[in-house]
């Protein structure tokens, strides 16, 4: 077997939104560089994510330098939104948890509520370093992270997934399968382990950078959505129930939060230390 090594990495600047697969990215404390540092909020202030809004997934945030973002969606004129100044934040609402964030400006609020056709905005991290403690059952003091769903990183491995799409094409909606790695939406992709090799790892390294392995990661309905129609099935959850619930949830990949700095590439080596 070759050794392990990064398949592939991905970046999501806007939570719930199609992502980008670069050749590198920027390790920081609370994530990938430009990892979910922006969000969509309903007008109470709650998060928007493919939970409600599946068409989230046809949307898409290119990230410009200095931070903005050019926003495009079916339907809609493509939309150029600066990082806006942090002259004040506004609480909004993340799995629970109060955030404060900076509202974009009314012109990318109009846009939203173009797209999802509701009350909503747009919103940016200013400064994650001090914004969103990570759960302090799986971390240190002074762990923070993005608008993701908990942890810095999520990591998933190929073979996992082949493994899995295995188990889908032996159940009753095998005509889903096999399904594409998108739909899990990691930050990186392994390539080179075994299956379910990651339900044991406790540090790792990738490239230079060393992660403490927080957690399984929980999985939901984004899930069963078809990242490129956003329509939805009834895979993967009905055989990560079957074959892959630890405790109360159904887990597919690891949380990953890092304990230290540098620059992922896609084919750096990937090793387990614990």
């Known amino acids: 077997m070759p050794a392990p090594q990064v398949q592939s990495l991905h970046v999501y600047p806007v939570k719930a939104l199609a992502g980008s697969g670069p050749g590198e990215a920027t390790v920081e404390p609370w994530g990938l560089a430009g990892d979910r540092r922006w969000l969509v909020v309903d007008a109470e202030g709650r998060q ?129 399968g096999p399904l594409p790695m998108n739909r899990f939406r990691p930050n990186v992709v392994i390539d080179g382990t075994a299956p379910w090799a990651e339900d044991d790892w406790r540090r790792v390294r990738i490239g230079e950078v060393e992660f403490h392995v927080a957690k399984p990661s929980g999985r939901c309905v984004v899930t069963t959505t078809d990242q490129h129609t956003a329509a939805r099935g009834k895979e993967p959850l009905r055989t990560l129930a079957r074959h892959r619930r630890f405790g109360d949830g159904l887990v597919f990949g690891q949380n990953l939060i890092p304990r230290g700095a540098g620059v992922l590439r896609v084919g750096d080596p990937f090793e387990i230390l614990d």
């Open 48 to 176: 928007i994510t493919q939970r409600q809004q599946p068409g989230l997934a046809l949307a898409r945030a290119e990230e410009l330098p200095g931070g903005g973002l050019r926003l495009t969606a079916p339907g809609m004129p493509p939309l150029v939104v600066e990082v806006p100044v942090p002259v004040g934040t506004v609480p909004v609402e993340v799995f629970g948890a109060v955030v404060e964030a900076v509202p974009a400006g009314p012109e990318a609020a109009a846009w939203w509520q173009g797209y999802l056709g509701s009350a909503c905005r747009l919103v940016h991290m200013d400064s994650p370093e001090k914004r969103r403690p990570v759960d302090p059952r799986y971390s240190e003091p002074g762990d923070t992270v993005s608008f993701a769903d908990g942890f810095p990183l999520l990591l998933t491995t190929t073979a996992s997934l082949g493994a899995l799409n295995s188990l889908i094409a032996q159940g009753d909606h095998a005509d889903e």
